[in-house]
């Protein structure tokens, strides 16, 4: 007979809205849980990955880039960027709850938590609205949100209004010119989309599996890219005979 693995409560928090964040452990795997309810898991780490590479794929060569990620989480999306992105990146992590980056130093050191100690990496203990709120315009050459549950609040009420039209605005608002913004959604939304169009950004809704080898696609990541100002050109001069 086979003998079960238990499944281990590492550690326990309190989100600042009053509910509870596990982490827990089952046969070399790690989960953090909100109220009971999965939140992440570190197996099914594909679309995580694929954030971060698609975030990125722009900004692969040996200039210097800046990045900001919203949400650490297992940091999966962190070791994507630091993978696809060159030596002279600056990647500005911020997380809003502080257990969650002493987890990943301690419990999860060996899954990503040491990639905090990367030299291009700067951590935030903030809220990923008030960074981007102080952030001058054109700061960030990508922007990624790992936020919660996407634009569907999970977690914490109050991430909400990173998605609304003030937040996305903002979004936009701190990207470069030629920048571009990735935000991981659990599902199609197609009224966040429009938002998103609203700003004069071109949008693409990219379908990401749970596992690299699924066959079909779980959650989907909204990629936008701040368009290239448009020089209108001078009429031609008219001319006298």
Not at 65 to 81: C, D, E, H, Q, Y
Not at 141 to 150: M, Q, V
Not at 152 to 163: F, R
Request: aromatic share 4%; net charge positive.
């Amino acid at each position: 007979m086979l003998e079960m693995k238990p499944h281990i409560k590492l550690a326990e928090t309190t989100t600042p809205d009053g509910k509870r964040l596990t982490l827990h452990q089952h046969d070399g795997d790690f989960s953090l849980r909100i109220d009971g309810r999965d939140l992440m898991h570190s197996s099914v780490s594909a679309s995580e990955l694929h954030l971060g590479e698609l975030a990125v794929e722009q900004i692969a060569g040996p200039g210097k880039a800046r990045v900001l990620i919203g949400g650490l989480g297992m940091g999966f999306t962190l070791k994507s960027v630091l993978a696809g992105a060159g030596p002279q990146v600056e990647v500005i992590v911020a997380e809003l709850i502080p257990e969650v980056v002493e987890w990943n130093r301690s419990h999860l050191r060996t899954l990503n938590g040491a990639l905090l100690d990367d030299p291009r990496v700067t951590l935030r203990i903030d809220n990923v609205c008030a960074l981007l709120g102080k952030a001058p315009p054109g700061y960030y050459d990508a922007i990624l949100l790992d936020i919660d549950n996407g634009p569907t609040a999970m977690v914490q009420a109050g991430n909400a209004k990173l998605y609304d039209q003030k937040g996305i605005r903002r979004i936009i608002k701190a990207l470069k010119v030629g920048g571009r913004a990735a935000i991981w959604s659990a599902s199609v939304d197609q009224g966040f989309a429009r938002r998103l169009k609203k700003e004069s950004v071109k949008v693409e809704a990219i379908a990401a599996r749970l596992h690299a080898n699924s066959r079909r696609s779980t959650y989907t990541i909204y990629v936008a890219d701040k368009k290239e100002k448009v020089v209108a050109e001078s009429p031609p001069e008219e001319t006298t005979s």
